[in-house]
């Protein structure tokens, strides 16, 4: 460490800058042993602690004191830049940088009251992934909110900072859960996931095989991460099957992306590419999905591996018939004027991207314009699509037939009941009395 300091620091500035930091430290570390002990503890116990990492190394010097104390800098990436820029360089490459972008590309997102945004809880919570152009930092500082300026402190927590925490798969574990992306759920109870904690419990050798998160997403230390499908399963070219295409194109419609008149493509589709929310060629997919495969094939032999992942894609085209279907059944109901289109809507048709608002509105208007059967059909796809599928990637059964498959089932029939109630009802209310 002392030679990065050197290489920061020459010349005899430098050396006057270098003792009035080592007495600000010195400062720092007296008064927050008193004001946030453990976190100064935590510091201690890490790596940069013992190679002169220090408070001001991070946060500067020019906060001195308990009133002064919004004149401390809040790091962001590229102060860990400084001196791991091979950890910064793959990190910006990967998905994991879109997180807070492709927040923000979400119309649901500016519906939510902003605590659970830049408050950092709730979608802010997890999406603090990525580095913040200034133009989207002056945002959040315009909104009140100054924290949250750093993604590397979510797997290395701060101030321990610490490779080991990065590696196990707890480090995913708060953001890759839930609702919609339960992958920690699915990995801890299938086999792989009951290896990695049979060995941790020592019931197995130190030396079995035990596929973690990392070993599958970040192989070999890597800060890059991405998948074939991601996380909306869509993609360009469609498949070949009728059907599949067909169905394909009605769930593009209803995230927006394509227009449900005309099937052309939409602004929507644009901030998806930009964020490569989806893969839009054949290349792309396929370089993901080899590259998944030879993962495998540490452990696996070829053809039983390739066959599990094709298994994951045929299954989803099934789900897809099924979704395809829902969202036909609600689209009517647009269609008859059964339901209004929200002004925020970009056509009349289902729009999936609004979440649960589905009004079209901020979280506190027209609440009593909800409509049901559309939530309906955002957890369908949500939560019960997302299920089937990932299950099936992740190996777990129970995930991918009665949590997925099985509520997906279960909700195109509440659906269907729904819209005939609907159409009951409005006939009764609308029908002119025949004289
Ligand atoms: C005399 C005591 C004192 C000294 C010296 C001091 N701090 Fe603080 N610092 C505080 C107090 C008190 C707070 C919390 C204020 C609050 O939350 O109301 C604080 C807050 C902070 C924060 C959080 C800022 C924020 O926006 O929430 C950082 C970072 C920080 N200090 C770093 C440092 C560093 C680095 C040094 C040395 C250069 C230092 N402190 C020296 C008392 C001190
Ligand atoms: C390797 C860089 C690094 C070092 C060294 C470091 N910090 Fe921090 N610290 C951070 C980051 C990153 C944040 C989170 C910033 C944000 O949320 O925007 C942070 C946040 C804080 C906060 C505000 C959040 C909270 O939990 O209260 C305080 C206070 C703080 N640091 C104090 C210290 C003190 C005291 C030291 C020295 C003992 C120290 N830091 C050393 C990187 C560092
Ligand atoms: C001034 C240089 C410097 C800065 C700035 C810095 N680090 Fe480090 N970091 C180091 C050094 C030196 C080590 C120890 C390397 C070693 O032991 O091989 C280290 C180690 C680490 C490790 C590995 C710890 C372990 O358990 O092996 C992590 C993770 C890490 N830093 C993250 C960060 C993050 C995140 C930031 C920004 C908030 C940051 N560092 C800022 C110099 C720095
Ligand atoms: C518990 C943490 C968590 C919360 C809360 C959360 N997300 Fe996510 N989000 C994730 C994770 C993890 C992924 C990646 C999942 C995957 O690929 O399966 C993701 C993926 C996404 C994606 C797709 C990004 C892409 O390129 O594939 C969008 C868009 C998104 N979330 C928006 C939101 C919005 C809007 C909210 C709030 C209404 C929200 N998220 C709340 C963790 C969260
Ligand atoms: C998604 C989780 C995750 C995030 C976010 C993350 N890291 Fe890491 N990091 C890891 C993992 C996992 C390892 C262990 C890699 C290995 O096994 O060699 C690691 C290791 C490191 C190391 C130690 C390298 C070594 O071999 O000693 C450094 C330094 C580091 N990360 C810095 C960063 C910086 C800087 C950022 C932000 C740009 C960051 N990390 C963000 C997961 C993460
Ligand atoms: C702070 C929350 C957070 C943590 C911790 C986290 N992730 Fe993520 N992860 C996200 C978000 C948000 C996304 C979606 C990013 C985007 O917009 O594309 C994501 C995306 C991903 C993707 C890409 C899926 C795709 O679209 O292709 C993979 C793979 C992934 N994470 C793996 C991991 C692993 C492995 C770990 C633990 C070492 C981890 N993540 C830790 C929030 C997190
Ligand atoms: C044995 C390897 C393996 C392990 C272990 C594993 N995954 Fe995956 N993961 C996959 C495969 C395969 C896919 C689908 C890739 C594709 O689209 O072709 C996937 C997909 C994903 C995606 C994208 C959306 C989805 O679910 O299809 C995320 C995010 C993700 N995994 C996160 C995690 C997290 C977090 C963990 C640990 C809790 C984990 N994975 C454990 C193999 C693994
Ligand atoms: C680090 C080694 C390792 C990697 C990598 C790995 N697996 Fe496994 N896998 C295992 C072990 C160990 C088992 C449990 C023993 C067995 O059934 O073979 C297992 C079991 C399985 C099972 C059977 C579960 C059951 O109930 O019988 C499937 C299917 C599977 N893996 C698929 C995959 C796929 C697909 C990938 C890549 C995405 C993958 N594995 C990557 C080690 C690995």
Redo the contacts with the bound molecule.
Sequence with gaps: MKKIRIALCSGAISFLLLSGAAMAEDA??DC?SK??PG??QD??V?K??END???S???GTEHQNADD?KK?K???EH??KECHEQQFNEFSSGKHNFGWTSLNAIPATHLAPDEMIEGGRGCGGCHNMGIKTEEQKKEQTAKGY?????S??ECHT??A?SKKEAQSPYACQQCHMGYDHPQWEMWSSSKHGERWFAKKNGDLPEGAAAPTCQICHLPDGTHHNETAWGFLGVRLPLPDNKQAADDRVTILKALGVLDPKTGNPTPILDAVKAVRMAKLDQESWQKERDKMLKICQQCHSPSYVKEQLDMGDSVMMKADRLMAEAITTVAALYEEGLIEKPANYPANYPFLLTFMHTNGEKWDKDLDKLSYIDQVLLQMYMKHRMRTYQGFFHVNPDYAYWYGWNEMTKDLGEIKELAKTMRATHKKTKIPVKK
């Design positions: 720092c570390i927050h004001i946030s976190q100064v510091w201690k890490s940069h602690s990492v220090t408070c190394t991070c946060h104390y401390a809040l790091p962001d102060v860990c100054r924290y949250q300026n750093n590397c402190d701060r101030h900072f």
